[in-house]
Each structure stands twice: as structure tokens, then as C-alpha cells.
């Protein structure tokens, strides 16, 4: 546990809650979060973090002043062993009913029930107790006869370790103090918002950006070794329950703890929210807030006048979820058609370096050092007037943060049909006047698409300047940050003025 504090004050204002993002991460969310912070400076913040593991990260952000403390939670630590213990096996005889409901898409009864366990057995409730002792042991043992039997036990057991390692994680550390608890994920960050409302009366707030559940999805769905096969089924494979099950229902039922925890639930358009209502989120707490940016800084963003080559760049971290890879297969087929062409990656290259080692590999193989640059982090606004468009070829994403930058410079856009790209680069159906095309939607994985995308783009300046004006006009109508601050504001306004009991009131 980590502690770090400009003063010792009793109380925040908000208590943000991040699972994996800011400010130890780069990228959309925690440019977000930053921006928040900044937006509310008379209230007092403190960030709640939680990281994977116990190892020291460094900040990849300044903390403005309003942050008055922040208490990082590592997920998963180190434990002492422990044997056996009458405590410990009435302890974790109380919790497999209520652990093994909340694995199987369980929600707050199944929360509230772990809680009010380990708050009876104050000392008994500690991690090694939880997770090596002999009772534990059984436990996991009767689960997974229950959940997945004739699966690997031995990578049952890991996933179960890693499920409820983190969990344990959440229920255990010391609650930061404040008035209004805001989880901008669901996931382990949103156990937490869900915790403090229990304890504590005081309102929970949601906001989703993209929707875990599914980006877990997405994950578990790459992870080969978690596909259990039938022996002897001669590749004729028999769908069954396996470790997929396992994680995706754990993490479905986290995320209904917390919608069912939280007084509302803002996501970014109305696409996700029917995902949060499929994973059970009352629709009767659904907001829409979109994501908003410095319109007037990025406007300002001057063009670079001096003669250089075609320019394209993607915006983002060297990281799998952005398909990368697919990038720079559309760049080999970009250069066939734009032989002069420049292509950027502009994000950090550090947080995945096996996945960016792959695409420095593959830039290697298809001859294309001369053509594409991996620039690290960078200062958006020293690129975007020397970038003719921008890439974006993520396998998942909400609402991307860098399409409305580069938009709001008059930057037009190819990007995949996730999230709500759609509706940022052609525009809502409602839009009224209807603005025109920002430029390109393509498919997912179509490296072929996005070059063709990109190049329409690069060889007609017509084209690219009607483009570039359209997603411009359009972030300056829906997506600027002056108004979405405002939503913010009476958010939590509204939430400061609550009682203590309100939360819980409205979640019961």
C-alpha cells in the first residue's frame, strides 16, 4: 500500500477511483481524468489507484494541487502462508456461498454478504488467511467442481487466485475518506465505489468510458490456453463450459455490483449503455456525457506551412488493443499508392514491450524504416499541424479522445466501426444540420480498407479540407469540453448535497 499526501486532510470532495490508468498510464482515460481534475479546481480530489502488483510505477503526470492525497492498491501481493486455524475455517465456510454467487454473475446481495463476513471476523480477515490457507484451498477445490469440472484444475486455481486475489484486495485496504465516490471503470474499481457506499452512505458515480466487461471479453477471447478442448474429439470441438466462463461471468457480476451500487451511470452514447443494461445496470440511473476536449486549444493548433511529405499518424499506446500490427500492414499497402508517405506512431512504446517489440519487428520485415516512425510520447499539438490525417485501428474503444483533438484542428479521420467513431466521423442521426462526412469508418482488422481510407484522404485536398472542416464543426458543437465540464459540475454538485444514507437508499 502505497500513501502519498500534499497534506493530511480528513475528508476529499471525490474520491476517484482508476483501475490501471492514470496516473501511471498514459492514453485517452487518464488524459480524461487529468482534464477533470483540472476542470473542478475549488474541489479537493483524492485518487484512489489500482495497479496490478506491488512494483513502485512511476508518474506520467504532474498531479495538479486540488489532488489532496492518493492511496495506491496493488491487486495482487505477496501473503504469508498460513495452515489451518477454527477462525479460519468458519471464516471461509461463511464466504464460498457468497464468493461462489458473485463469480456466477452475482451482484450487491452477494457484495454485501462478503462484507458483512469479513467485518465479523476482523482478525481472522487477513490476505493469507484468504488465500493459503487449508480452508481456501478446499474452497477453491469445491468451486471448481462446481463451476468447471474435468477442466484444468491447475489453471483453474490461478484464475481463481487472480479473481479473488484482487477482490480480497478491494475489501481489505483502508477506504480513502470523501463525500462522493466516482469509479471511472466497473471492474475491481468499481468493487470499490460499491464498498464505500455500503460503509460509508456516501453516493457512488459511474462513469464508463469503454465497457469492461466487454474489453475483458475481447482479452479472454485472445487467450488461447483458456479454451479447455474434449479429448478425442478429433477437432470436432464441443463448446462447453470452461475457463472463459469463469472469468467473463466473475467480472460480469463485479460489474453489476457496481451498477447496482452507484446513485448513476454515465457512459459516453447510447450504444453502450444497452451493453451496461445486457450486464444489469438499472436503466433508470443512465446518463449520457460524452467525452469533450480543449475545442479552443486544438482549434488554434496552426498548420505547419513548410513543404514536407503526405503525413498520417495514429494516435496511441503500442499496446494489442490498438492493433497496431493492422496499422502497419495498411501502412506497407499505403505506401503502394503514396510512395512518399509518412506514417507516425505517436504514443508510448513502454507498456507492452514484448507486443511493441512484434511491431518493430514487423515494420523491420515489410521494409518499412524509411516510412514509419515510433515517436514515444509526445506533445499532441507539436504533431497535429503537420499531420495531414489520422489512423485509428483499435479493436475496441468508447469514445477516442484523439479523433476530437485532431478533429477539433480540422484533422480528418480513418478509423474502426467501435465505439462511437460512427457517429463522431459521419454524425448522429439526429444531427440537425446534418455536417457531412469527418472522413472514413472501415471494418475491423482490414488493413486493406484503412490504406485505401487513408490515401482518398491524401490525394485529394478537396476532399481532406471538406473532411477536416466537418469533424472540426462537429466537435465544436457536441464535444466541447466547456460543456461536458458543466455536466460534470452539476453531477457532482448535486451528489455533494446529499445525506449519508442517499447511496445506499437508492441501491437497496
Not at 471461509?92 to 458473485?102: K, S, T
Not at 477506504?175 to 464505500?196: I, K
Not at 474434449?230 to 470441438?237: C, D, Q, V
Request: glycine share 8%; proline share 7%; hydrophobic share 45%.
Amino acid at each position: 500500500m502505497i500513501w502519498m499526501s500534499r497534506k493530511p486532510l480528513p475528508e476529499a470532495d471525490i474520491c476517484l477511483v482508476l483501475e490501471g490508468a492514470y496516473p501511471f498510464i498514459a492514453g485517452g482515460v487518464s488524459s480524461w481524468t487529468h482534464d477533470l481534475i483540472r476542470a473542478h479546481p475549488d474541489l479537493t480530489f483524492h485518487l484512489a489507484t489500482l495497479a496490478a502488483d506491488e512494483a513502485p510505477k512511476p508518474l506520467r503526470f504532474d498531479l495538479p494541487a486540488n489532488v489532496i492525497q492518493m492511496t495506491t492498491i496493488p491487486l495482487q501481493q505477496s501473503e504469508a502462508r498460513l495452515t489451518s486455524g477454527r477462525g479460519i475455517e468458519r471464516m471461509i465456510g461463511a464466504l464460498q456461498r457468497p464468493l461462489a454467487g458473485l463469480f456466477a454473475r452475482g451482484g450487491l446481495a452477494e457484495f454485501r454478504a462478503l462484507l458483512q463476513v469479513l467485518r465479523q471476523h476482523p482478525r481472522t480477515a487477513t490476505r493469507a488467511a484468504l488465500m493459503n490457507s487449508e480452508a481456501a484451498f478446499r474452497m477453491v477445490e469445491a468451486m471448481y467442481e462446481a463451476a468447471v469440472p474435468g477442466s484444468s484444475f491447475l489453471n483453474y486455481f490461478w484464475t481463481w487466485r487472480s479473481l479473488a486475489g484482487g477482490l480480497f484486495s478491494v475489501l481489505l485496504a483502508p477506504l480513502p475518506r470523501a463525500r462522493v465516490y466516482h469509479a471511472v471503470s466497473t471492474g475491481y474499481a468499481g468493487l470499490l465505489v460499491a464498498r464505500a457506499v455500503l460503509e460509508t452512505g456516501r453516493p457512488g458515480l459511474l462513469t464508463e468510458h469503454g465497457i469492461y466487461t466487454n474489453e475483458r471479453r475481447v482479452e479472454i477471447a485472445m487467450a488461447e490456453w483458456l479454451a479447455d478442448r474434449i479429448p478425442g474429439s478429433l477437432g470436432i470441438e464441443a463448446r462447453r463450459r470452461d475457463l472463459r466462463d469463469v472469468w467473463i461471468e466473475a467480472f460480469t457480476g463485479y460489474s453489476r455490483v457496481c451498477y447496482e451500487a452507484c446513485d448513476r451511470i454515465t457512459t459516453l452514447y447510447a450504444g453502450n449503455q444497452l451493453l451496461q443494461i445486457r450486464d444489469g445496470a438499472p436503466p433508470d440511473r443512465l446518463t449520457i456525457i460524452p467525452n469533450g476536449v480543449d475545442y479552443d486549444g486544438f482549434s488554434a493548433v496552426p498548420r505547419d506551412p513548410a513543404p514536407r511529405p503526405p503525413t498520417v499518424a495514429l494516435i496511441g499506446r503500442a499496446v494489442p488493443i490498438k492493433d497496431v500490427k493492422t496499422y502497419i500492414r495498411a501502412a506497407a499497402i499505403l505506401r503502394q499508392m503514396v510512395p512518399e508517405v509518412r506514417v507516425l506512431l505517436l504514443g508510448p512504446t513502454d507498456e507492452d514491450p514484448a507486443y511493441f517489440q512484434e511491431c518493430t519487428d514487423m515494420v523491420a520485415h515489410l521494409g518499412l524504416q524509411e516510412t514509419f516512425t515510433f515517436t514515444g510520447r509526445v506533445r499532441l499539438q507539436d504533431y497535429l499541424g503537420k499531420v495531414d490525417v489520422v489512423a485509428l485501428t483499435s479493436i475496441s474503444e468508447a469514445q477516442p479522445l484523439v479523433l476530437l483533438e485532431a478533429g477539433a484542428a480540422g484533422v480528418p479521420s480513418v478509423a474502426t466501426d467501435v465505439g462511437s467513431c460512427r457517429d463522431m466521423i459521419e454524425g448522429r442521426a439526429d444531427e440537425d444540420p446534418p455536417l457531412g462526412p469527418g472522413g472514413f469508418v472501415t471494418p475491423l482488422a482490414d488493413p486493406a480498407a484503412t490504406a485505401r481510407g487513408l490515401a482518398a484522404l491524401l490525394l485529394d485536398p478537396a476532399l481532406r479540407a471538406r473532411c477536416g472542416e466537418a469533424i472540426r464543426r462537429r466537435t465544436e458543437r457536441y464535444y466541447n469540453k466547456r460543456v461536458v465540464d458543466r455536466l460534470y459540475r452539476e453531477l457532482y454538485e448535486a451528489h455533494l448535497a446529499l445525506p449519508d444514507d442517499a447511496a445506499e437508499a437508492a441501491a437497496a
